[in-house]
Each structure stands twice: as C-alpha cells, then as structure tokens.
Nanobody, 115 residues
Framework: QVQLVESGGGLVQPGGSLRLSCAAS????????MGWYRQAPGKQREFVVS???????RYADSVKGRFTISRDNAKNTVYLQMNSLKPEDTAVYYC?????????WGQGTQVTVSP
C-alpha cells in the first residue's frame, strides 16, 4: 500500500501563488504515476495534472501555463506549483498515486482563492 500526505493549501488572493506538496510512503516502488485532482463544492472530482515514472507530464487545459508539477525522488515527494490563481481554482486538492490498476489518495488540502 501507498500512503500519501498533502500539505501547502491555504487562502490566497487572485493572482497569487501556492505550492502543494505530497509525500508518499509505503510500497512506493510500485508507483507508476502521481498526480493531483481537485473537487470544488457541488462538483465532481476532476483531473488537474500528473507525472509518470519516466517524468512525462499531463495537464488539464484549465491549468496549463499556470500550474507546474515536479518531483523529488529522493524525498518521494511531488509538488504542485500554482501561479496566477483564480477564484475558480478554489477546491480541495487531492494527491493521487497509481499503483498498477489501483489508486491511492491523500486526505486532501483546501485551496481557497478569494479577495
């Protein structure tokens, strides 16, 4: 099993920046890819960004050019740098790890973008 712990959420004004972190522990050698999803109030959880074991990245159109995913293999941690934040980015952000056909999820971290 893989355990994921997110951190770094908070309240930020429009146009501001935040960096989220997701630390993985457990059987991390089996992780194929990691990424971030988000869920706004009253909406379904949606894909934001992912990074494969080989380093390939994929972004949702809504965050391209503003968000950047990166990873530190030595720390088993992935980061999500979020710039030029908009009110519509407000959501609970969840870290995800793909291990084969299984998904592991973190507990989520709240990001609120408001004046």
């Amino acid at each position: 099993q893989v355990q994921l712990v997110e951190s770094g959420g908070g309240l930020v004004q429009p146009g501001g920046s935040l960096r989220l972190s997701c630390a993985a522990s457990g059987i991390i050698s089996g992780i194929n890819a990691m990424g971030w999803y988000r869920q706004a109030p009253g909406k379904q959880r949606e894909f934001v960004v992912s990074i494969s074991r080989a380093g390939s990245t994929r972004y949702a159109d809504s965050v391209k050019g503003r968000f950047t995913i990166s990873r530190d293999n030595a720390k088993n941690t992935v980061y999500l740098q979020m710039n030029s934040l908009k009110p519509e980015d407000t959501a609970v952000y969840y870290c995800n790890a793909q291990v084969g056909v299984l998904s592991s999820w973190g507990q989520g971290t709240q990001v609120t973008v408001s004046p």
